[in-house]
Every structure is written in C-alpha cells, then in structure tokens.
T-cell receptor, first 114, second 109 residues
Framework: NAGVMQNPRHLVRRRGQEARLRCSPM?????VYWYRQLPEEGLKFMVY????????ESGMPKERFSAEFPKEGPSILRIQQVVRGDSAAYFC????????????FGPGTRLLVL | ELKVEQNPLFLSMQEGKNYTIYCNYS?????LYWYRQDPGKSLESLFV?????AVKQEGRLMASLDTKARLSTLHITAAVHDLSATYFC?????????FGKGTKLTVNP
C-alpha cells in the first residue's frame, strides 16, 4: 500500500514563474491537507480539501496561492508569480476520515525560488 | 487561537542518558500527536494521544498526556544515536493540526 506521494520532490523556479505541486493521497483516503515548513520551523497549515471541495483554507495566503482536489487525479497546490519568500518545504498529508485520525505525510516538495 | 509550544528547542544529550521534551498547548483539543522528522525527510507518526492520562510507549520513547494541564511529554530512555532527529508535537481534532516548532535532538556517543 503506497503511502502519500508528492511530486516533484525538488522544484526550482525563478521569481515570477508558477509552481505546481502535486499530491496523491494514500489509497482510500479522501482528505488532503497541505502544510508549509520554513527552515528550522514547524509545519504551518495551509488548506484542507476533500474531493472537489475546499473545506478550510484559513492558512492559505489570499493572493497567488490556490489548491484543488479534483474528482480524478492528485491534489494540486499552485503558486503563481513566485517570490523568494515562497521558498520552503511543502508537505501534503492525507487521512481516511476527518474524525481526528492520524494524518500521514508525504515526502514533501522542496521549492527554491531564485 | 490554538498555540503549541515545545521546549527545549535544541537538546544535545549523551548516549545512555534520559531526558524529557515538553509540549504545552493553549486551548482544549481532541488529540495530541508526536512526529519525528529526519533531516530532509518527511514526518513519521510516533504517537497519538487521545485522552487525559494516556501513556504510550514504543522502544525508548514514551509519551504521555495531561489534558488538564494541557501538557504532553515525550520521555527518552537510555538514548541512542539513532534517536537523533527533530521531534514535533501537534494538536488538533478534525481538520488542521497546529505544530510546535520542534525539538532538535542530537545524541552524542
């Protein structure tokens, strides 16, 4: 049973470009969470999605960031017009339900903005 | 707003010694989680603590929860080098988790 998969694992973008981060949850999981980790910091919640729905995006910056989890395919975190401050590790987690079950984390995408 | 504080943030200890990492949180919450992260890696789930007085042990690690004090501890017994990593506590029920800043543990021979 494959775990949470994320790709790419490393992504380099120049300022102003777009970054697309993909997350495939564990088999059978329909709840996806995105977190951002700055160097030497803990993870900060960004957004929580179920299939085709955004449930909570309270941690998402209001501009340039968007997320989706379509009926078919992986969840996508999209960052438009990236800036140096977007450089971070972005982790996706999934859970079977939203009843406080353990969230299982993917390997992360390390984004570097030059 | 839920806040989670861990201490210490850095811990250097010798093999064979015992130590405790503390995790305080500001508001009542359903569950408390402990995760381990190795450098450049993802987070590995260690423990989920659900109720007051809960205690869980795995190898040299033991976690406990006091919901009245809003405090969880992660106790390390007879540390070995393989335990070197960053340990995070996280609090939450459904939906989002709020993480502490992590405790970077280094176990020296």
């Amino acid at each position: 049973n494959a775990g949470v998969m994320q790709n790419p694992r490393h992504l380099v973008r120049r300022r102003g470009q777009e970054a697309r981060l993909r997350c495939s949850p564990m088999k059978g999981h329909s709840h996806v969470y995105w977190y951002r980790q700055l160097p030497e910091e803990g993870l900060k919640f960004m957004v929580y999605l179920q299939k085709e729905n955004i449930i909570d995006e309270s941690g998402m910056p209001k501009e340039r960031f968007s997320a989706e989890f379509p009926k078919e395919g992986p969840s996508i975190l999209r960052i438009q017009q990236v800036v140096r401050g977007d450089s971070a590790a972005y982790f996706c987690a999934s859970s079977f339900t939203d009843s406080g079950e353990t969230q299982y984390f993917g390997p992360g995408t390390r984004l570097l903005v030059l | 707003e839920l806040k989670v504080e861990q201490n210490p943030l850095f811990l250097s200890m010798q093999e064979g010694k015992n130590y405790t990492i503390y995790c305080n949180y500001s508001t009542t919450s359903d569950r408390l989680y402990w995760y381990r992260q190795d450098p450049g890696k993802s987070l590995e789930s260690l423990f989920v603590l659900l109720s007051n007085g809960a205690v869980k042990q795995e190898g040299r690690l033991m976690a406990s929860l006091d919901t009245k004090a809003r405090l969880s501890t992660l106790h390390i017994t007879a540390a070995v080098h393989d335990l070197s990593a960053t340990y995070f506590c996280a609090v939450g029920g459904s939906e989002k988790l709020v993480f502490g800043k992590g405790t970077k543990l280094t176990v020296n021979p």
